[in-house]
Nanobody
Framework: QVMLVESGGGLVQAGGSLRLSCAAS????????MAWFRQAPGKEREFVGA????????SYADSVRGRFTISRDNAKNTMYLQMNSLKSEDTAVYYC????????????????WGQGTQVTVSS
């Protein structure tokens, strides 16, 4: 059974930075393609970015490209989301997820989700 636990959220001023972590259970984390999603109040959950199983490839939504960086440490079973130059519109609950279809933007292609961590950016 896969368990994903996000941490690192909080309140930050616009222009600031945060690093989120996603800790995974399971011996095969190093074989999973992973992604980050976010959901703002009153909005649908949206794709933020994804990373391949070995960290060699990443992709990002246009809204965060150049500001956010996804990385992973397979020895620690952990994925990260470094968020810089935060804006008020980045305020959301951030989720990590495991995909069964690499690089998919469709939530239905993700079979395991964390509980989410709140990020609030004050302007």
């Amino acid at each position: 059974q896969v368990m994903l636990v996000e941490s690192g959220g909080g309140l930050v001023q616009a222009g600031g930075s945060l690093r989120l972590s996603c800790a995974a259970s399971g011996r095969t984390f190093s074989t999973w393609d992973m992604a980050w999603f976010r959901q703002a109040p009153g909005k649908e959950r949206e794709f933020v970015g994804a990373i391949s199983w070995n960290g060699g490839s990443t992709s990002y939504a246009d809204s965060v490209r150049g500001r956010f960086t996804i990385s992973r440490d397979n020895a620690k079973n952990t994925m990260y989301l470094q968020m810089n130059s935060l804006k008020s519109e980045d305020t959301a609950v951030y989720y990590c997820a495991r995909t069964v279809r690499s690089w998919s933007l469709n939530m239905r292609d993700y079979d395991s989700w964390g509980q989410g961590t709140q990020v609030t950016v004050s302007s």
